[in-house]
Each structure stands twice: as C-alpha cells, then as structure tokens.
C-alpha cells in the first residue's frame, strides 16, 4: 500500500500528527500603505479537510497564503501551525515545518525531467550537509535512495510514470501542472496549498485534477487550504469554505451554507438575487 509507506517516510521527518485544529488563523490583518489587504480575518483548518477559499479578484486570497508562506507580514493576529506560531519559523523554514505549496504560475525546471523536477522538493527534508555530501559518506547514499523511493511512489500516484524521464518542457500544460503538484507533495508536507490548480485546465482535466485530489487526501491523509475560482470543483471538492471580499471574511461554512449566503452571491453577481 501506498500509504503507510509515504506516511512511515514522513513519521521520520515530522513526527506523530497533532489533533485539530492543525491551521489557525486569528484576526489577521495586513496594510500595504494606506491600502488594507486583509481586514481581521480568522478561520480554522482541520486535519484531513479540504478548506476551500475563495473571493473575487482582489480578495486577498493569494495575500492570505503569502502570509501563510512568511513572505508577506502581518500587522495584527496570528497564526499558527500545529499549535506554534509561524512567526517563531522565518520563510526558509515553512517546507521543513510542514506546509508545502504551488503556485499560480508554474515555475518548473524546464529542462529538467519529470523526475527531477519532482525530487527538488524532496531536498527540503534531507539532513545531511555539505561536507557529508563532498565526500559521499554512506549516510547520503542511503538518504538519496530514501527520496528516490518516496519519489518513485509519489510519481505513480500521480499517474506520471510513463512521462517521469522526460523534460517538462515537453509536457502539456495539465501534465506540468501535476508535476508540480508532485513538487510540493515530495517536501511531506502535512498542509498543502494549492494556489488555482485548476487555472488553464479544460472541463476533463479539471474532473481528473478532483480525483486526484481525493486520492492524494486519502493516501497520504493531507489536509489542504485550495484558492480556487473554478466554483464546480470548490464546491464539489471542499468539506468547508471561507469566502473573502475586500479583505474581509464574509462566510464560512459547508459549500452548501457559502453557496446560499447572500453576501456572497452579492461578492459574485452584485445582486441578492
């Protein structure tokens, strides 16, 4: 199976799991100038569930998961991780913590293999250092064959076996998109942020992109936090949903409770109605 693999390589990195909530987010608020990105914003994350957030352009969706990534300050609140502050942790430190991400805009290594690409996440939990790896004690030797095997594993629950020694850069667009999903999950991480994975899929890929989503929760018992504008997948996808609107929180509840709330259908449409 699968799963207790992945899980026991993760256990030797991470440590046991911690109960819920594992993300909190208290009354965050984020000023650029005279400009308020983030206006007293909290939610909590459970473990195992897939958070979906969403919100107009301009929401402040993508400034949320930069605060969560430490490359954004925030002027007032808190976050925490697993019970610990993020601020006790500087940006260089958030894959080793246990939070992994991917982004809008794929920036893969292009000439680099599928394989390649994959295993670069992996280096995030490697322990040894540089003389070790100078001199190629055995201890790297058995660390690499650690991240090949995780990678190996990794790349056949993404279905991307087939295409796993060949460039990037000779992929279609979707089949990038799932390396780097494979990037981001190579740094065992037990949160994952998913920044608009379904961005430039057409209809087929975003019904695989949900399979895949499910199975890699249910494999690898991952809890996830999805910005996401593609409604159908949100919706269908999440066990909860936070909706943003001019920095603000303005629901948070099941998709069916976000979907009825009239702050939100007047966030979309600018009506009640």
């Given amino acids: 199976m699968l799963r207790p693999k992945l899980r026991h390589a993760w256990r030797e990195t991470q440590g046991q799991a911690i109960d819920t ?18 206006d007293g914003v909290s939610f909590d994350v459970a473990g195992g569930h897939i958070m979906g957030l969403i919100g107009p352009n ?7 998961f930069n605060c969560l990534s430490r490359l954004y ?14 601020l006790e942790t500087p940006a260089y430190g958030i894959a080793s913590l246990g939070i992994g991400r991917t982004f809008q805009n794929l920036a893969l290594f292009r000439s680099m293999s599928v394989r390649q690409n994959v295993m670069v996440g992996g280096h995030s939990r490697t322990a040894t250092g ?30 991307l076996g087939p295409v796993a020694d060949l460039p990037v850069m000779d992929l279609p667009f979707g089949t990038q998109k799932r390396v ?6 190579a740094s065992a991480p037990k949160l994952l942020l998913l920044d608009e994975p379904a961005g430039g899929l057409n209809h087929e890929e975003v019904e695989t992109l949900m399979g895949l989503l499910r ?4 494999e690898l018992d991952l809890t996830m936090l999805l910005v996401e504008h ?12 936070v909706a943003l609107d001019f920095g603000r929180k303005i629901a948070d509840g099941t998709p069916a409770e976000v979907q009825g709330n009239a702050e939100v259908i007047r966030a979309y449409l600018g009506t009640d109605a």
């Fill in 21 to 38: 909530p594992l993300l909190q987010v208290d009354k965050v608020t984020v000023r650029f100038g005279g400009i308020t990105a983030l």
């Fill in 58 to 64: 301009g929401a402040g969706k993508t400034t949320l």
């Fill in 73 to 86: 300050a925030f002027s007032e609140g808190s976050i925490r991780f697993e019970g610990r502050s993020l």
């Fill in 130 to 159: 540089y003389v070790a790896n100078a001199l190629r004690l055995p201890r790297v030797r058995r660390e690499e064959e650690r991240l090949a095997a995780q990678v190996g594993r990794l790349i056949d629950l993404l279905e």
């Fill in 180 to 185: 780097e999903l494979g990037r981001a999950l």
């Fill in 215 to 218: 199975r890699i929760r249910a």
């Fill in 230 to 241: 593609h409604m159908n997948l949100v919706m269908r996808i999440s066990d909860r949903i």
